[in-house]
């Protein structure tokens, strides 16, 4: 069974920058699909890229393309998400997920 365990997140300034994993146990991540999704209270959960295995591509949400980079290294099982020129939107509890499993989130806040 997958387990998907996070780390990283924080306070951040606006304009800083930040990066989250996502340590896998249980499954090898390289050959599956992995996301990243984020949450504000209140709101439905929104992703935030997707990483496909089938052609090695990765789809951004169009308010964090260009600021967001998604990763991830065989050698660890660990998917990354690299953030950027964080904004005050951008905060929220960023999860990764996986076949049949998420994270246990890990909050992000911007703020000056």
């Known amino acids: 069974q997958l387990q998907l365990v996070q780390s990283g997140g924080g306070l951040v300034q606006p304009g800083g920058s930040v990066t989250l994993s996502c340590g896998a146990f249980?499954?090898?991540?390289?050959?599956?699909?992995i996301g990243w999704f984020r949450q504000v209270p209140g709101k439905e959960r929104e992703g935030v890229s997707c990483?496909?295995?089938?052609?090695?591509?990765?789809q951004y949400l169009g308010s964090v393309k260009g600021r967001f980079t998604a990763s991830r290294s065989s050698a660890s099982n660990t998917v990354y998400l690299e953030m950027n020129s964080l904004k005050l939107e951008d905060t929220a509890v960023y999860y990764c997920?996986?076949?049949?499993?998420w994270g246990q989130g890990t909050q992000v806040t911007v703020s000056s």
């Open positions: 990483s496909r295995v089938s052609d090695g591509t990765t």
């Open positions: 249980g499954l090898t991540l390289a050959s599956y699909n």
């Open positions: 997920a996986g076949p049949g499993s």
